[in-house]
């Protein structure tokens, strides 16, 4: 089972921007979907943004679109979401997710706490 640490959240007014990012460990990043999912208080956990293994392919959620850029470095294990134009909407906590690509296996990480607000 993989690790994934996500970091780089915090408190920022609307309009900012923030950089997250996934470290991962313990398994083969480059066989490996990624993805960012965030939760609301009271809310489900939503789907954000999706790239695949190598970065071919990207996916985000209308809410984000044209606002967030995820990418990742397979040499560092790391996947990133770059979120700019942040809205108070935004807030959340956000994971990082790892799906396998044969196998569908999951792993997730801890999240990490965004809070856009004046």
């Known amino acids: 089972q993989g690790q994934l640490v996500e970091s780089g959240g915090g408190l920022v007014q609307p309009g900012g921007s923030l950089r997250l990012s996934c470290a991962t460990s313990g398994f083969t990043f480059s066989t490996y979907d990624m993805n960012w999912y965030r939760q609301a208080p009271g809310n489900e956990r939503e789907f954000v943004a999706f790239?695949?293994?190598?970065?071919?392919?990207?996916k985000y959620a209308d809410s984000v679109k044209g606002r967030f850029t995820i990418s990742r470095d397979n040499a560092k294990n790391t996947v990133y979401l770059q979120m700019n134009n942040l809205k108070p909407e935004d807030t959340a906590v956000y994971y990082c997710?790892?799906?396998?690509?044969?196998?569908?296996?999951?792993?997730w990480g801890q999240g990490t706490q965004v809070t856009v607000s004046s």
């Open positions: 790239i695949s293994r190598f970065a071919l392919s990207k």
């Open positions: 997710n790892a799906r396998h690509t044969a196998s569908g296996s999951q792993d």
